[in-house]
């Protein structure tokens, strides 16, 4: 398989649905997810969605991405739970990401977007990542495209079903649970319910390939 260097690795995972406000379950308060036993707290999200919007307010844009997010808390649990299946899969194969490969992957993101500026920019009008979370885009490029190489995945329907068991398996090892507030998360399709997350079909793909707003 080619190896990914687009913009695009998230890409699909930041479509869901409209904006919940988050507060803690009864069994788990505080908590926007449990994974793996380790929470993920709403404190956190919420510190990820406000960077994010710091960020867009900065924006002449401002008022069009903002629309164009209003979804920014589930989209970032969303990613945040899929970071940490990514990780398993990772340990589970041996895979890691040296700081190496990490600076070489946004070494490549910043020339083909034409720049640091430019790539802040594209990732946060099309993903809605702030720059302060570039290197989590950098650092889950480099562990996917190391996993398929692991796993001999190759950009055929057959390669992504492979993908899809090898993560819905940890996905379902990791027990998640998310706070209904924000839905359910989905073993079988790795993503919150109600979202749209064709992320196996990421594979390969030129940042081109993918339409603004993905």
């Keep these: 398989m080619h190896r990914r260097t687009a913009l695009t690795v998230s890409a699909a995972l930041l479509a869901a649905a409209s904006l919940l406000t988050a507060c803690g379950s009864d069994a788990h308060p505080g908590a926007a997810a449990v994974v793996g036993g380790e929470r993920i707290d709403v404190s956190s999200l919420q510190a990820q969605v406000k960077d994010v919007r710091t960020a867009q307010e900065r924006s ?109 398996a940890a996905s379902k090892a990791l027990a998640i649970d998310v706070n209904p507030r924000y839905g359910a998360w989905d073993d079988a399709q790795v993503r919150l319910s109600a979202t749209t997350a064709p992320w196996l079909r990421q594979i390969g793909q030129d940042p081109a390939a993918v339409p603004a707003g993905a």
């Design 60 to 168: 002449p844009q401002a008022a069009q991405l903002v629309r164009a997010t209003g979804d920014l808390s589930r989209r970032k649990l969303n990613v945040m739970i899929f970071d940490r299946v990514v990780d398993k899969v990772a340990a589970d194969n041996g895979v890691t990401a040296t700081r190496a490969e990490l600076q070489q992957t946004r070494t490549a993101f910043v020339r083909e977007s034409g720049g640091e500026e430019r790539l802040a920019t594209v990732l946060l009008q099309e993903q809605g990542v702030a720059p302060g979370q570039i290197d989590d885009v950098v650092r889950r490029n480099v562990l996917m495209n190391k996993i398929a190489a692991k796993l001999g995945v190759t950009d055929t329907p057959e390669g992504q079903q492979k993908m899809t068991d090898v993560f819905s």
